[in-house]
């Protein structure tokens, strides 16, 4: 299956510091934007989302910007906690009845 | 939000055998569900996407004939495994979608095939 390009796939942090993670995508149509958490052993958790009417969503410390010209949206964490540490994924924000997922991003948070 | 339950959470079976997974949509209904497998630390490859009362659409290099799945109805798809082998040992997980663009997950199971 397809697979929607994301980076870093690996991201180590110190405790407090920001994290950001981004993803691309290619279909101009997309217009819903969302990412997920998944704890080990856990499923997937929406934790934010964006459409492409707005540019940037925040809530507590997660925000979503999206850049519509360069076709990527990016998960940004502040203040980071150990529970943070998880896979993060974004979604394939096409327009068809598929739903792809990033590669995923492994994040840690070093206390 | 919406509840996805998916059963078993966790199965071992013998080499040989087929093994059924269940996803049920509780609160809502569900005209599609997609069924995907996990490796440890990696993405979730999309196997298969099914709509209520029709054939399933499987991804290139998914394998229809190991991996049934059935929607029979809003609310309930299943996944069958047949004639597992060590190598379809997995964390599988299926999602089920709603009216809005927004995708809900089930607990995920893990299938252990000895």
């Known amino acids: 299956g397809e697979n929607v390009e994301q980076h870093p796939s690996t991201l180590s942090v110190q405790e407090g510091d920001s994290a950001v993670i981004k993803c691309t995508y290619s279909d101009s149509a997309s217009n819903y934007f969302p990412w997920y958490k998944q704890e080990l052993g856990k499923r997937p958790q929406l934790i934010i989302d964006i459409r492409s009417n707005v540019g940037e969503k925040k809530d507590q410390r997660i925000a979503v910007t999206l850049n519509k010209t360069a076709k990527h949206f990016s998960l940004h964490i502040t203040e980071t906690q150990p529970e943070d540490s998880a896979v993060y994924f974004c979604r394939r924000a096409d327009t068809g009845n598929q739903f792809y997922f990033g590669t995923g991003t492994s994040l840690t948070v070093i206390p | 939000g919406a509840v996805v339950s998916q059963h078993p959470s966790r199965v071992i079976c013998k080499s040989g055998t087929s093994v059924k997974i269940e996803c049920r949509s509780l609160d809502f209904q569900a005209t599609t569900m997609f069924w995907y497998r996990q490796f440890p630390k990696q993405s979730l490859m999309l196997m298969a996407t099914?709509?209520?009362?029709?054939?399933?659409?499987?991804e290139q290099g998914v394998e229809k004939d190991k991996f049934l799945i059935n929607h029979a109805s809003l609310t309930l798809s299943t996944l069958t495994v047949t004639s597992a082998h060590p190598e379809d040992s997995s964390f599988y997980i299926c999602?089920?979608?709603?009216?809005?663009?927004?995708?809900?997950f089930g607990q995920g199971t893990r299938l252990t095939v000895v």
């Open positions: 999602s089920a979608r709603d009216l809005t663009s927004e995708a809900f």
């Open positions: 099914s709509n209520e009362g029709s054939k399933a659409t499987y």
